[in-house]
């Protein structure tokens, strides 16, 4: 069960606001003994002053001693304290700033926010992208007009910066919501040990789960004593509440679920998949040339730079037709095209070159099935083999009005060639050591691994066919597992 603190320098400071016996002031919190070991603590910094060894800096390096979680970290107040804000000007803030209604020239505009909330609609966006950058309470964002609009300050504020009537009105009624939805106290979690986060997106179209999977991942969770939630994008600065962070939501590296798998990470939970592993296989460039470089067996593989006659005559002479064109990014199929002669060539590789400043151009090896191999904690878990759309060279086919996929056989691991279950380990030891599904191709001649896929596909009725409730079973004792260790 989580103990809630809001922490001030003077009761006086929350006189516009309820009272609540989670208000102590920093000379009580001072005062107090750490927590035990089993217990979280939850503390929201509203000392007056952030400035280095000030209350609020002592107040936030106190609570982090305690291993409690602190709103801001010492790390935020830390970030906030340099003069450079280059690092939010490079993580997509700036086009927030030219979406903004124009200023006069020299203008400068002060923006107070709570809890990535703010009074003016036009500012929303931007108050809640500095936020997620710079997780603090209140702050307060200077910008300046000089031709458009520029970040010229950010730093954290106290209930003083608020004024009296509409900001001090707004702030309780976000923090009302912002600590009952984050740091709420379930009596279900009583008789639980560990807390799970399960990242999940309802409107995705070709999630890696399906509903009836997600709630037998839950239910294992909970016969190991581990309490799991479904959590999606909007609950990123709750991610401090759980002792780990599952993600069943395709992951890119320009996307939420990386932000959500680093910060998740840096937090000291368990998370599958890691941030190292998103990078290392949603991009297949990286992928191919980690695979060979390390000897697995792969198909034939070109890497196309640019759109010339001179390049595709070479890619051409080395892999024949037909050939495979990658994006780099792509997933479920999407972004992979089959080229059957020249012409195709040069059209396919000009459209597809235009998204990305290299591709993956791979000799085309037709099989009736590919294998998927599900690997966790570098052990093969469960088999599967996908085979093609009919009347298609892929197992997913895509059109404008849907998506098709071709059947499946599922089978223990142990009736799986020996070369596939080899090649399958070898790859995926070398992303790490989470949950990975190796897809491979297997014909006369050879065995070979076309790509390993972080956050593999697990739905009812396919992947757990064999296996059962074992599946995520097995899921999750590693999960608690790492847990048991990291909190050792």
């Known amino acids: 069960m989580a103990r809630f603190y809001v922490v001030v320098d003077d009761l006086k400071d929350w006189s516009p606001y309820f009272p609540s016996q989670d208000v102590v002031t920093f000379d009580q919190y001072l005062e107090q003994a750490g927590s035990a070991a089993d217990e979280r603590v939850r503390v929201i910094n509203l000392c007056r002053s952030y400035r280095y060894l000030g209350t609020g800096y002592y107040c936030s390096l106190l609570a982090e001693a305690r291993g409690h979680n602190v709103l801001p970290s010492v790390k935020t107040l830390s970030e906030l304290g340099r003069k450079s804000l280059s690092v939010i000007q490079w993580e997509g803030v700036e086009p927030l700033l030219s979406k903004l209604p124009k200023g006069q020239a020299g203008e400068e505009l002060e923006i107070h926010c709570w809890f990535g909330h703010t009074l003016n609609e036009d500012h929303e966006a931007l108050a809640k992208a500095v ?151 949603t991009n297949k460039i990286y992928l191919a040339d980690l695979l060979r470089s390390h000897k697995v067996p792969v198909p034939k593989t070109e890497f196309l730079r640019r759109e010339n006659e001179e390049e595709l005559r070479r890619i051409a002479d080395t892999l024949g037709f037909p050939m495979v064109l990658k994006v780099p990014d792509g997933a479920f199929s999407r972004g992979v095209v089959k080229v059957a002669n020249w012409e195709e060539l040069v059209s396919e590789s000009e459209r597809l070159l235009a998204k990305s400043a290299l591709l993956l151009a791979q000799e085309f090896m037709y099989t009736e099935y590919d294998w998927r191999i599900g690997v966790l904690d570098g052990k093969p878990l469960y088999a599967c083999r996908y085979y093609m759309v009919k009347n298609h060279w892929q197992i997913y086919k895509h059109s404008s009005s849907r998506s098709q996929s071709g059947g499946f056989d599922t089978m223990p691991t142990y009736e799986v060639p020996k070369k596939v279950l080899d090649a399958a380990s070898k790859a995926a030891r070398l992303i790490g050591n989470g949950f990975y599904g190796v897809d491979l191709k297997q014909n006369d001649k050879q065995v070979v691994v076309i790509e390993v896929n972080d956050n593999p596909s697990i739905d009812s009725g396919v992947e757990d066919l064999f296996m059962g409730e074992g599946l995520y079973q097995s899921v999750m004792e590693v999960f608690l597992r790492r847990m048991e260790q990291r909190r050792r």
């Open 131 to 281: 936020f997620e950058r710079f997780p603090s309470p209140v702050l307060e964002i200077t910008l300046e007009f000089k031709g458009h609009w520029r970040l010229r300050k950010v730093q954290a504020a106290s209930l003083k910066n608020l004024s009296a009537g509409a900001e001090q009105d707004a702030f309780a009624a976000t923090f009302e919501s912002f600590s009952n939805k984050m740091w709420r106290k379930p009596r279900a979690r009583k008789q639980f040990r560990y807390d799970l986060a399960i990242l999940v997106d309802p409107e995705e179209k070709l999630p890696p789960s399906d509903k009836a999977a997600l709630r037998k991942f839950v239910k294992a969770a909970q016969q190991l004593g581990i309490s799991a939630e479904m959590i999606t994008r909007k609950d990123y600065m709750r991610l401090p509440e759980y002792d780990g962070l599952f993600i069943r939501e395709t992951t890119s590296v320009d996307h939420h679920t990386y932000r959500f798998a680093k910060k998740a990470e840096a937090e000291g939970l368990v998370v599958m998949d890691d941030p190292t592993s998103i990078l290392r296989c």
